[in-house]
């Protein structure tokens, strides 16, 4: 058991350009999130799948932001268009079915730097 | 709209002593209240689940109380270490089976002096 990967753990990017990130959750979980952290403040729910379906998404998610997860495996959360204010760390959580509201496990983030 | 408190400001404890987190909350009622540890750079790790008909839940050396009608949760550290130095989130959850996410608070972070 490896836990949740992301990938990258780092990047910077510059203002306009398009970002992709990926996670990979723990294997036999069948819920993944995505959350946003900025300094100073916990996460912030962004999206929701079940398996590969997208069941939830924040208002925080514009339509720059786009969430995937093919075939209920990994997970790519796209940022087109990026702005200063979209700097934060990203995280990814898992957590298994069908017990429901267990805990989440989380991975390291990826943290953005849009310059 | 929803509103999650926590000690704004660091909590410094001496080594050994009891840590007594705060969570407040309004504008909620959940289920399922979560706490987690994050330490710097890195994501948080769960804790501890206590559900809203629960009044008390231990671990080890953790303890979380929940409180429906004040609308609020401790958590406590007993025997505190250097090691439990790291910030703590409290986060809550719906009975929406998982797909309302979790709403987190801006957490505390503590500190246990040697």
């Known amino acids: 058991d490896t836990g949740v990967s992301q990938d990258p753990r780092h990047k910077i990017t510059k203002r306009g350009q398009n970002v992709t990130f990926r996670c990979d959750p723990i294997?036999?979980?069948?819920?993944l999130y995505w959350y946003r952290q900025t300094l100073g403040q916990g996460p912030e729910f962004l999206t929701y799948f079940q398996n590969e379906a997208q069941l939830e998404k924040s208002r925080l998610l514009s339509d720059r932001f786009s969430a995937e997860r093919p075939k209920g495996s990994f997970s790519t959360l796209e940022i087109q268009r990026t702005e200063q204010g979209d700097s934060a760390m990203y995280l990814c959580?898992?957590?298994?079915?069908?017990?429901?509201?267990?805990?989440?496990?989380f991975g390291q983030g990826t943290r953005l730097t849009v310059v | 709209s929803q509103k999650i408190e926590q000690n704004s400001e660091a909590l410094n404890i001496q080594e050994g002593k009891t840590a007594t987190l705060t969570c407040n909350y309004t504008?909620?009622?959940?289920?399922?209240l979560q706490w987690y540890r994050q330490d710097p750079g890195r994501g948080p790790v769960f804790l501890l689940l206590?559900?809203?008909?629960?009044k008390e839940k231990r671990k080890e050396r953790l303890k979380v109380t929940f409180d429906t009608t004040l609308k609020q949760s401790l958590f406590h550290i007993t025997a505190s270490q250097p090691a439990d130095s790291a910030t703590y989130l409290c986060a809550l959850q719906g009975s929406g089976g998982g797909a309302d996410g979790l709403t987190f608070g801006k957490g505390t972070h503590l500190i246990i002096q040697p």
């Open positions: 959580a898992s957590s298994p079915t069908p017990r429901m509201n267990t805990e989440a496990f």
């Open positions: 294997s036999e979980h069948n819920r």
């Open positions: 206590i559900r809203e008909n629960e």
């Open positions: 504008n909620y009622s959940p289920a399922y």
